[in-house]
């Protein structure tokens, strides 16, 4: 029986169907097209297909909303809406979307003193219950992670164990932004933290499904996990509140990176490439805007390739959409 109620339920079936078959479900895409359908059933109980008036009425920007919240929220209908028409379900197409005003994020820079702190924050964290050790350790691992790697935080927290190859230190990475899949190489000392923490965990939840697998009903940690912890512990390590975010954690990733080339041009441009493509970045730019955004960078890369710096690199520097 179809967990949906508009007239065109089996059609939302098959679609969720398709994105589970082609690894890219996710709670977030089932909670909207829940909402979704309940619109097109409010808007058309007896419509058998998707209309333009419903797609159109749904997608539309609300007055309490910003425009990135409107896309958020009509991403997964406008995907079965195109999903929908391509197969000749649907005659409706699809208006753009609602666009703010480009506002750059500008990622905060950790000091090494920050950095210290901040780890001998996890480290030094108080238990007291199982889901405290439970917490403990994960934060441990978790964030030392997102530093180490460069992964995105939504990636770390959708890794199940059999994306975490252990022995040789890869991290499959099957959830990435825009369903991308890519490989990532751990550090050997990360490897080792993660088999350390892979250990204790097996202890304190025996056969988890999740690396990182919440102690409340089993599935992986959310988001709102990652946001509240960082902040309790860069508040504990003496970080002022507001001052950083776990993404940045990421940001910093690319930035040491960079900052560790000593090379000649062409080595630089092709360090560029594996940064980018570790990162999971579909185009080069994204991995530029670090440049953009810390002017030592480009005084770094400046230095390494001299007049040739334009004719190797674009000159179209951007951040990821939608990634902080």
């Known amino acids: 029986m179809s967990d949906f109620t508009c007239g065109f339920a089996r059609h939302l079936d098959d679609f969720v169907a398709y994105r589970i078959a082609s690894g890219r479900w996710c709670a977030s895409g089932a909670k909207y097209l829940r909402a979704f359908d309940r619109h097109c059933t409010a808007a058309n109980p ?18 309490t909303e910003s425009a990135a919240s409107c896309r958020s929220r009509c991403g997964i209908a ?19 979307m609602p666009r703010g005003a480009s506002q750059p994020y500008v990622p905060h820079a950790f000091t090494k003193e920050e950095l210290a702190r901040f780890f001998a924050a996890c480290d030094s964290d108080v238990a007291g219950n199982k889901r405290r050790e439970i917490c403990k350790v994960q934060c441990a691992a978790f964030f030392r992670l997102l530093y180490s790697s460069g992964i995105r935080t939504i990636e770390a ?35 080792e933290v993660l ?15 999740w690396f990182f697998q919440s102690s409340k009903g089993g599935g992986h940690l959310s988001c709102s996990w990652v946001d509240w912890n960082f902040a309790r512990l860069w508040r504990a390590a003496g970080g002022e509140a ?5 993404y940045d954690l990421r940001h910093q990733y ?27 970045h579909r185009h080069l730019s994204s991995t530029l805007y670090y440049f953009s955004v810390t ?3 480009a005084d770094k890369l400046l230095a390494l390739t001299g007049d040739d710096m334009d004719r190797i690199l674009p000159v179209e520097w951007e951040a990821e959409d939608g990634e902080a």
């Open 46 to 63: 007896d419509a058998d297909e998707l209309t333009q008036e419903m797609i159109d009425s749904w997608c539309s920007r609300r007055e």
């Open 78 to 96: 406008r995907r079965f809406a195109a999903w929908a028409f391509g197969r000749g379900l649907t005659d409706a197409v699809l208006s753009d």
């Open 254 to 280: 690319a930035v040491e990176n960079i900052l560790s080339w000593d090379c000649d041009a062409f080595e630089a441009h092709d360090r560029l490439l594996w940064l980018s493509k570790s990162m999971g």
């Open 157 to 191: 927290r959708h890794l199940k164990r059999c994306d975490v190859d252990l022995e040789d230190g890869v991290l499959n990475v099957r959830e990435s932004k825009g369903g991308d899949q890519h490989y990532v190489a751990l550090h050997p000392t990360m490897a």
């Open 295 to 297: 002017p030592a960078l």
């Open 195 to 209: 088999r350390a923490y892979d250990a204790a965990a097996e202890r304190l939840q025996p056969g988890r499904e």
């Open 242 to 246: 507001g001052a950083a975010v776990a």
